[in-house]
Protein backbone atom coordinates (compact mmCIF):
# COMPACT_ATOMS: atom_id res chain seq x y z
CA UNK A 1 0.00 0.00 0.00
CA UNK A 2 2.87 2.33 1.01
CA UNK A 3 4.60 1.78 -2.19
CA UNK A 4 1.54 2.47 -4.30
CA UNK A 5 0.90 5.95 -2.53
CA UNK A 6 4.59 6.82 -2.31
CA UNK A 7 7.44 4.44 -4.50
CA UNK A 8 8.98 3.76 -1.45
CA UNK A 9 9.16 0.16 0.04
CA UNK A 10 7.88 0.24 3.39
CA UNK A 11 9.98 -1.72 5.15
CA UNK A 12 13.26 -0.32 3.78
CA UNK A 13 12.01 3.48 3.72
CA UNK A 14 9.67 3.82 7.06
CA UNK A 15 10.91 0.77 8.96
CA UNK A 16 12.77 2.96 12.07
CA UNK A 17 12.26 6.48 10.65
CA UNK A 18 12.62 9.13 12.95
CA UNK A 19 11.05 9.29 16.84
CA UNK A 20 7.84 7.35 15.96
CA UNK A 21 8.04 4.91 12.77
CA UNK A 22 8.52 1.72 13.40
CA UNK A 23 7.78 -0.05 16.85
CA UNK A 24 7.04 2.07 19.39
CA UNK A 25 7.76 6.31 19.61
CA UNK A 26 9.26 8.80 21.83
CA UNK A 27 9.52 12.35 22.10
CA UNK A 28 8.26 14.89 19.49
CA UNK A 29 8.36 14.11 15.35
CA UNK A 30 11.14 15.58 13.82
CA UNK A 31 9.67 16.23 10.43
CA UNK A 32 6.29 15.68 8.49
CA UNK A 33 6.97 11.99 7.66
CA UNK A 34 7.52 11.04 11.48
CA UNK A 35 4.56 12.71 11.94
CA UNK A 36 2.68 10.74 9.69
CA UNK A 37 3.78 7.67 11.78
CA UNK A 38 2.42 8.91 15.09
CA UNK A 39 -1.00 10.00 14.21
CA UNK A 40 -0.81 6.04 12.39
CA UNK A 41 0.32 4.93 16.16
CA UNK A 42 -2.79 6.66 17.16
CA UNK A 43 -4.77 5.15 14.98
CA UNK A 44 -3.49 1.51 16.01
CA UNK A 45 -4.35 2.39 19.61
CA UNK A 46 -8.00 3.52 19.04
CA UNK A 47 -8.32 0.16 17.37
CA UNK A 48 -6.38 -1.56 19.90
CA UNK A 49 -8.52 -0.33 22.70
CA UNK A 50 -11.48 -1.25 20.47
CA UNK A 51 -10.06 -4.81 21.17
CA UNK A 52 -8.29 -5.16 17.55
CA UNK A 53 -5.36 -6.55 17.00
CA UNK A 54 -4.33 -4.22 14.05
CA UNK A 55 -0.57 -5.31 13.72
CA UNK A 56 -1.81 -9.02 12.76
CA UNK A 57 -4.73 -8.02 11.00
CA UNK A 58 -5.15 -9.17 7.47
CA UNK A 59 -6.82 -7.00 5.19
CA UNK A 60 -8.11 -6.28 1.58
CA UNK A 61 -7.53 -3.03 -0.76
CA UNK A 62 -7.44 -2.20 -4.42
CA UNK A 63 -5.80 0.21 -6.05
CA UNK A 64 -7.89 2.05 -8.49
CA UNK A 65 -6.80 4.95 -10.78
CA UNK A 66 -4.46 5.47 -8.03
CA UNK A 67 -7.06 5.38 -5.07
CA UNK A 68 -6.39 2.99 -2.31
CA UNK A 69 -9.43 1.50 -1.69
CA UNK A 70 -10.18 -0.80 1.85
CA UNK A 71 -12.62 -3.21 0.67
CA UNK A 72 -16.08 -2.90 2.90
CA UNK A 73 -16.70 -6.91 2.91
CA UNK A 74 -14.73 -7.64 6.00
CA UNK A 75 -14.76 -7.29 9.30
CA UNK A 76 -15.09 -3.90 11.07
CA UNK A 77 -11.06 -4.37 12.30
CA UNK A 78 -9.76 -5.29 9.09
CA UNK A 79 -11.25 -2.42 7.32
CA UNK A 80 -10.24 0.22 10.27
CA UNK A 81 -6.66 -1.64 10.09
CA UNK A 82 -7.17 -0.68 6.53
CA UNK A 83 -8.21 2.78 6.60
CA UNK A 84 -5.61 3.21 9.11
CA UNK A 85 -2.59 2.07 6.98
CA UNK A 86 -4.16 3.83 4.20
CA UNK A 87 -4.43 7.24 6.33
CA UNK A 88 -0.30 6.50 7.16
CA UNK A 89 -0.06 5.94 3.44
CA UNK A 90 -1.20 9.11 1.98
CA UNK A 91 0.26 11.10 4.58
CA UNK A 92 3.50 9.48 3.56
CA UNK A 93 2.73 10.28 0.23
CA UNK A 94 2.13 14.84 1.26
CA UNK A 95 5.02 14.51 3.17
CA UNK A 96 7.27 12.97 0.36
CA UNK A 97 9.18 16.61 0.64
CA UNK A 98 10.20 16.14 3.93
CA UNK A 99 11.54 12.74 3.65
CA UNK A 100 15.28 12.91 4.74
CA UNK A 101 17.34 9.56 4.55
CA UNK A 102 19.27 11.02 7.35
CA UNK A 103 16.77 10.04 9.76
CA UNK A 104 16.24 6.64 8.89
CA UNK A 105 17.45 4.00 11.55
CA UNK A 106 17.55 7.55 14.11
CA UNK A 107 19.24 7.27 17.39
CA UNK A 108 16.03 6.72 19.79
CA UNK A 109 17.73 8.45 22.54
CA UNK A 110 17.71 11.82 20.53
CA UNK A 111 13.82 11.62 20.55
CA UNK A 112 13.32 14.16 23.54
CA UNK A 113 10.40 16.51 24.70
CA UNK A 114 6.97 16.01 25.67
CA UNK A 115 5.75 12.74 23.65
CA UNK A 116 2.37 13.83 21.38
CA UNK A 117 -1.29 12.86 22.61
CA UNK A 118 -3.22 11.64 20.41
Not at 71 to 97: G, P
Amino acid sequence: MIRSATGKSALLSYSWYGCFCGIGGRGTPVDSTDQCCHAHDCCYRKLREGKCRPLITPYHFDVADGDIVCSNEQSWCERETCLCDKAVASCFSSALHSYNRSYHFYFRLKCRGSKLQC
